[in-house]
């Protein structure tokens, strides 16, 4: 994986400027070929992460652009290898013609997540905080972007380290005092083997509650908005999402299919879903539009009911608010508050075609109370299935060692899981993790990471 890469690092769009990236072995002196720097010196011959104002040529060796050019020796770079930086205009043109003269040069194209995944490689990053990387380009909340960034500055790498050490000294105990019976080191004791297992299992098992919140943060959340025809859906989505998404007229059974868009409330990424009126449909199109309904009812993970009564909930209204609360965690929104009497009971009083703002915000403190944030530390949460698929794994081999220590089987026997579980963990950082599966994990990312 030593050969030189190149890829535009800035994306396909026309931008202000655009930045192409460089690593691998003889970078530097393929960029010098196609960079002239100002004050007359050969590009790579200077001091190395100090910008360069200069020249940017095209394949035919003519000046392309004026730009701005960086290298870095390895492994004090990204990547940990030889590695080069061009910071040119953000033409299209101009990025794919410096790319053409690059490739002319030996250099060539760089695959989705390449560079993140040397860095993995050489040891610069562990596989949690390159997950982050990619966490924090998609980051679509400010909530996801701190646990990105907490998770690329080694926050679950360090949780995940500390229960990876305990049992690591253990068997490093045990194993010492088996090998080396002349040292005269004592053998471990009941106290220490039960201590270290119980001290891993209630880190691992704190490290899985974290999986639950850690996805939301990351993944958002899928939330249905359901109830009778013209109790005003259409326009909460509306007001919602800050502009008008869904037709929103006077008569009944508007909405025929589920209209979804995404917003941000109570700090979680909402992926909204505005549901036909739920009711005994009159024809073929609005039958299938209820049916579509309830099914995106039953796949919410949210369930906003809307109704505009605004005293005790009767009939239709009733029942689907104890259906909602049955599948998932629910919210009651007493939608039109502003056109009748001030609403009694339960749920959240909201005037959304008046005052949407006023709507956002209180239906946010209702899902901030419904999600609470925590006080975990941004960074140490697992945020993907593959992370918590690693950590369940480790738990499992710990409980099965704790069972076989409480039924008196043999110490070497109990630590063959604690060393499955210890496998399982090394797993989650990257220790000790196959080439097809490090693969599959890089190839999310975007070119030019």
């Not at 909340?141 to 690591?168: D, I, M, N, S, W």
Request: aromatic share 4%; glycine share 12%.
């Amino acid at each position: 994986m030593s050969e030189a890469i190149a890829a535009v690092a800035t994306g396909a769009a026309r931008t202000a400027i655009g930045v192409i990236r460089l690593t691998g072995e003889g970078c530097i002196d393929c960029a010098a070929r196609v960079f002239r720097p100002a004050d007359g010196s050969g590009f790579g011959a200077g001091q190395p992460r100090q910008l360069v104002l200069g020249t940017l040529l095209d394949s035919q060796g003519r000046p392309l652009d004026q730009a701005m050019a960086v290298f870095f020796r390895g492994p004090r770079s990204y990547t940990g290898e030889d590695a080069a930086e061009f910071h040119c205009h953000g033409s299209p043109t101009v990025l794919a013609l410096a790319l053409e003269a690059l490739f002319a040069q030996g250099v060539r194209q760089a695959e989705p997540g390449e560079f993140t995944k040397r860095a993995f490689l050489n040891g610069k990053l562990d596989l949690t905080r390159a997950e982050a990387v990619a966490d924090l380009i998609d980051a679509q909340t400010p909530a996801a972007a701190r646990q990105a960034a907490g998770q690329l500055a080694g926050g679950l790498q360090r949780r995940v380290e500390g229960a990876y050490q305990t049992l690591t000294g253990l068997l490093a105990h045990f194993h010492a005092a088996v090998d080396y019976p002349d040292e005269d080191l004592a053998p471990l004791a009941d106290g220490d083997i039960r201590r270290a297992l119980d001290g891993a299992g209630r880190e691992l098992a704190g490290l899985l509650e974290s999986y639950r919140r850690g996805r939301l943060v990351r993944e958002g959340l899928r939330a249905a908005i359901v109830g009778r025809p013209n109790v005003g859906k259409s326009t909460l989505l509306n007001a919602l999402v800050g502009y008008d998404r869904a037709i929103v007229t006077d008569a009944p059974g508007t909405t025929r299919d589920t209209v979804e868009e995404s917003c941000v409330l109570g700090g979680l990424l909402l992926r909204l879903a505005d549901t036909a009126g739920l009711r005994q449909a009159d024809d073929q199109a609005e039958r299938l539009g209820v049916e579509r309904a309830r099914q995106t009812m039953e796949a919410a993970g949210l369930i906003l009911v809307v109704t505009d009564t605004a005293g005790e909930l009767e009939g239709e209204d009733r029942d689907l608010w104890r259906q909602a609360q049955a599948m998932a965690p629910a919210i009651l929104v007493r939608a039109k508050a502003d056109l009748g009497p001030r609403p009694m009971g339960e749920g959240v009083a909201v005037s959304a075609k008046t005052d949407p703002e006023g709507a956002a915000r209180a239906l946010g403190r209702a899902v901030e109370a419904l999600f609470p944030q925590g006080a975990q530390p941004d960074g140490e949460a697992l945020t993907n299935a593959r992370q918590a698929g690693c950590a369940r794994r480790a738990l499992e081999a710990l409980d099965r060692a704790g069972r076989a220590f409480e039924a008196g089987t043999p110490a070497d026997l109990v630590l063959l899981d604690v060393e499955e579980a210890m496998e399982s963990l090394a797993s989650l950082t990257g220790r000790n993790v196959r080439e097809d599966v490090v693969t599959e994990i890089f190839q999310r990312f975007c070119v030019g990471k």
